[in-house]
């Protein structure tokens, strides 16, 4: 079964949404070279906080990916950790069990 990753956070100040969009779309080179990457999403609440939304094809693929975000050795992710406020990040890994697909 797969694996769906949860990434919840808020902004930092004075970063727009526009502008946390922009590194996240800047970042998915980094995650569509991942092994396991199957696909990935962003929303955002009426109240500005921000999902990011990935789907892994394994356990495994998903917290490899996690243990590998270095925005030093991956500029590409740069953005996105100036961006978000890492004091409300939440991360959580969901085993699927059933699906429409």
Known sequence: MSVIETVRYR?????TIEQ????WE???SFARAQPGFLSRKIAVT???EMLDHV?????EDAKAVAAAFDPGKYPELLGL??????SSMVMTHYTVMGSTD
């Open 11 to 15: 902004l930092k100040e004075g970063v």
């Open 20 to 23: 946390a969009v922009k590194a």
């Open 26 to 28: 800047d970042s998915q």
């Open 46 to 48: 009426e109240d500005g």
């Open 55 to 59: 789907e892994w094809a394994t356990m």
């Open 81 to 86: 950790v100036q961006a978000l406020d890492e």
